[in-house]
């Protein structure tokens, strides 16, 4: 009973949830100017106020009656409105607020007619800031003793509404004027540079910004504080309270090489005159960081940092920055036109967010990380946080698509094609995309029409198997999950079958798979990563390829899918890995075979004795990449890592060759006979590289074995006691 009534409240929710409003498509906005007030009085936890005006210039595009925007928990002073053309003034018959659509609606005396422009102004509004980081929202921090406030905002995705009014969907871009008042001891900053600042008396004063170009709503951003700025290193300055400055080193210095490179990459010059960052103190901002245009804002403690900041946060806040800024070209210069295609913002940016970060610190092999943190990571994440289109259905107001799809899953969908189209025709792609599609928005076929076009100019069409690459990509947008392919060889005939499907969603989700591969028996050549054949049936067999040797499908894991092998194919690939020619394998492969025979194992489609077996011979690994795979999967999939031993683990861990060295007296302390070989079998395979980097930090100590000292002691904190 209880149950269903749940389900019939939901139904109704979710019912409600479906009919989000949508402006009509008889205006666009074409520039506004926004001035903003905010009260910077320290009255703690009260609300604290700021007036506004704003003036919008209008194209209509239909005749309408009326203009109709958003505004939410905004009292906007309807005797301020005015509508003009050309100075001759429109009369306003009514204006009202529609509450559950967020929107404000100004009836007019007379239609506007198609193909002409208006001047709608606000001449005065009034709201609060808000205190969870919703819309301009208010922050505090403490300076020698005293109370400071800081006003500042963000508005993705539909929190732009609620600071002032507008037409608050990303695909009406307009240019934005902004102007701010305040008092002599603070200062501003917006999305585009300071032009000038009128004394207005009284202590106020007002700060002219230059207009932006066309952009989104949710990509506009201001601040007032008294924050001191770093110097100006090019086009780039941090603002942060005092006592962050000694942390702001390196943040600023990789801004400087982040943006550059992401110009030569993407080969289209950053669009605005300056770039800077705005570090929000702390508990006061729920996102990371936000990727506003000309102006990004960090939470403070996820930009501070020095040279004794430890190499994984380090890592963060490199690979963080990169995002940010890869998204002044994917979302804010070219723009999704829904919130349902946020991806082509989000995944490119996440994908860039590693890449670019490889580029700014190349020692660090961050492009390898990904296999093990995006790619593994979104296998699971799939699976246990859901699984998900990258084409999302947003059914209300505020909603954003789960971050595992956006980032993990469509960053390594971004790599994948990456790989199948070459870097460089992938760079060129995504140069003509950039290049055609600027200050506009758009769906995920603008980018597949511009991904064909260098296709066709490039002469590849065979990296496609022929089809077309909006064929290919919408399998990989719209299905939920992954793809399990399955290799079977015929060891007689030297056949092999590739199978796909998918565990969870059964058959009618036939995706087109780039399949490439090794086969020992006839060369071992890890590094090309364009597609050998394409899988786009659920099953397709390779004729008379080798009876010899073993085989690995997937290079370098390029492909978001798993791998599962034959039994054979399986004992042939430990037998390979645990002799001293285990490096033949591509190091990114390594990491795979453990991730993929641990979570097959895990499903009971193959025995559990093999991803224990076959990480034994980690005894002779030396590379950081596959110890990073086996903690991360042995605590995803394997469950005797928490003690809660499955009946085939125990068993296999009982029966062990290391079971001899484990004294019966030894069971003491609670822990399980089965356990204490588990960790004897820990201790075993990473003897040598313990010996190897040590337990203290050395001077001499490379980034990986900082890490790895680090990763080692996190996962298995008592095992080399
Ligand atoms: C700002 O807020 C304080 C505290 O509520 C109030 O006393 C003051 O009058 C406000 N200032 C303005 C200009 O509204
Ligand atoms: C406002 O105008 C649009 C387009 O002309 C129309 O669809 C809508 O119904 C109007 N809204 C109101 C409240 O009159
Ligand atoms: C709107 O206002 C701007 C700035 O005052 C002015 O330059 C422009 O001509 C006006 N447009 C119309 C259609 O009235
Ligand atoms: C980008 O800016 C650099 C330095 O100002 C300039 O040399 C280069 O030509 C610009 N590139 C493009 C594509 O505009
Ligand atoms: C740490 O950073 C400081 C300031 O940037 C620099 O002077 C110093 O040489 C750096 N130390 C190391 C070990 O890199
Ligand atoms: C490969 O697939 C074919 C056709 O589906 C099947 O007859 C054959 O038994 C399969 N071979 C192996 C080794 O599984
Ligand atoms: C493997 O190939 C041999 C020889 O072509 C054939 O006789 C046999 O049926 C195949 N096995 C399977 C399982 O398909
Ligand atoms: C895939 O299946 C279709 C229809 O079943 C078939 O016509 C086609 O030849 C198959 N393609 C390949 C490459 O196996
Ligand atoms: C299989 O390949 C071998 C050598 O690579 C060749 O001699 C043989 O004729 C091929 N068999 C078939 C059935 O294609
Ligand atoms: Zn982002």
């Given at each position: 009973m209880k149950a269903l009534l749940l389900l019939a409240l939901c139904a109704t929710i979710i019912s409600i949830q479906c009919t989000i409003f949508r402006l009509p498509a008889s205006v666009k906005p074409l520039r506004y100017t926004v001035t903003i007030e905010p009260n910077m009085s320290y009255i703690g936890w009260q609300r604290s106020s700021y007036w506004g005006a704003v003036a919008i210039e209008l194209e209509v595009l239909e005749n309408t009656d009326n203009v109709t925007l958003h505004a939410s928990e905004i009292d906007i002073d309807d005797t301020s409105i005015r509508v003009t053309s050309n100075g001759r003034a429109v009369k306003v018959k009514n204006a009202l607020k529609v509450k559950q659509d967020q929107v404000y609606v100004i009836e007019l005396e007379e239609t506007l007619l198609k193909n002409k422009f208006y001047n709608v102004s606000i001449g005065k509004f009034q709201a609060y800031m808000s205190s969870n980081s919703r819309g301009l929202y208010k922050a505090h921090y403490s300076h020698n003793g005293e109370e400071r406030v800081v006003a500042v905002t963000h508005f993705e995705p539909t929190w732009a509404r609620y600071a002032f009014p507008c037409f608050d969907e990303p695909h009406l871009k307009a240019k934005f004027a902004i102007n701010l008042i305040r008092g002599k001891e603070y200062n501003s900053i917006a999305n585009e540079a300071l032009q000038t600042t009128k004394s207005l008396g009284a202590n106020r004063y007002m700060d002219v910004f230059k207009e932006t170009p066309p952009m989104p709503t949710y990509a506009v951003a201001f601040a007032v504080s008294d924050f001191p700025s770093t110097r100006k290193v090019e086009r780039h300055r941090i603002l942060a309270r005092p006592d962050a400055f000694d942390e702001l080193e390196y943040p600023l210095m990789t801004s400087v090489k982040a943006l550059r490179i992401l110009e030569e990459y993407i080969g289209v010059n950053f669009t605005l005159s300056k770039m800077d960052t705005f570090a929000v103190p702390p508990g006061y901002f729920r996102h990371f960081a936000m990727e506003n245009w000309g102006l990004i804002t960090f939470q403070e403690d996820q930009l501070r940092c020095s040279n004794k900041t430890n190499p994984i946060t380090l890592t963060t806040i490199t690979s963080y920055i990169a995002h940010e800024f890869a998204h002044q070209w994917f979302g804010n210069l070219v723009t999704p036109a829904l919130w349902d295609y946020i991806?082509?913002?989000?995944?490119?940016?996440?994908?860039?967010?590693y890449y670019i970060a490889a580029k700014v610190q190349p020692m660090w092999r961050i492009m390898e990380q990904?296999?093990?943190?995006?790619?593994?990571?979104?296998?699971?994440?799939?699976?246990?946080?859901?699984?998900?289109?990258?084409?999302?259905?947003?059914?209300?107001y505020g909603q954003f698509p789960p971050f595992h799809i956006m980032y993990q899953k469509g960053s390594s969908i971004v790599r994948m094609m990456s790989h199948f189209l070459t870097d460089e025709v992938f760079r060129k792609a995504l140069h003509s995309y950039i290049v055609e599609k600027q200050f506009t928005s758009v769906v995920p076929d603008d980018l597949y029409r511009s991904v064909q076009k260098t296709i066709a100019e490039e002469g590849i069409e065979h990296l496609l198997g022929g089809m077309r690459f909006d064929e290919v990509m919408q399998t990989w947008d719209s299905y939920k999950g992954y793809p399990i392919v399955t290799v079977t060889r015929n060891y007689s005939s030297g056949d092999i079958n590739i199978t796909q499907r998918s565990r969870t969603f059964g058959d009618e989700q036939v995706w087109k798979i780039p399949i490439n591969y090794v086969v020992s028996s006839k060369g071992v050549d890890f590094s090309k990563t364009t597609a050998d054949v394409w899988l786009i049936n659920a099953t397709m067999a390779l004729r008379n390829m080798s009876r010899d040797g073993w085989v690995i499908v997937n290079k370098q894991q390029f492909g978001y899918y798993r791998v599962n092998y034959d039994l054979e194919n399986w004992e042939r690939l430990?037998?390979?890995?645990?002799?001293?020619?285990?490096?033949?394998?591509?190091?990114?492969n390594r990491a795979q075979l453990i991730n993929d025979a641990f979570y097959f194992a895990s499903i009971e489609e193959i025995p559990i004795d093999i991803p224990y077996r076959l990480a034994e011979y980690l005894v002779r690994e030396k590379d950081y990449i596959p110890f990073a795979a086996f903690y991360t999967t042995l605590s995803n999939y394997g469950s005797i890592y928490f003690g809660n031993t499955k009946a085939t683990e125990k068993q296999y861990f009982l029966n062990h060759p290391l079971s001899n060295s484990i004294k019966d007296e030894e069971e003491e302390g609670g822990y399980s006979r089965d356990y204490l070989i588990f960790k004897e079998y820990i201790r075993t395979i990473l003897a040598n590289i313990r010996a190897d980097i040590g337990t203290e930090e050395r001077p001499t100590d490379t980034y990986e074995q900082k890490v790895l000292r680090t990763e080692l002691d996190r996962y298995f904190p008592y095992y080399f006691e």
């Open positions: 991806w082509l913002s989000e995944s490119f940016s996440a994908y860039f967010q990904f296999v093990v943190t995006v790619v593994q990571g979104s296998f699971y994440d799939e699976q246990h946080q859901g699984a998900h289109p990258l084409n999302f259905r947003i059914s209300r430990i037998q390979v890995l645990k002799s001293d020619k285990f490096g033949t394998i591509h190091v990114l």
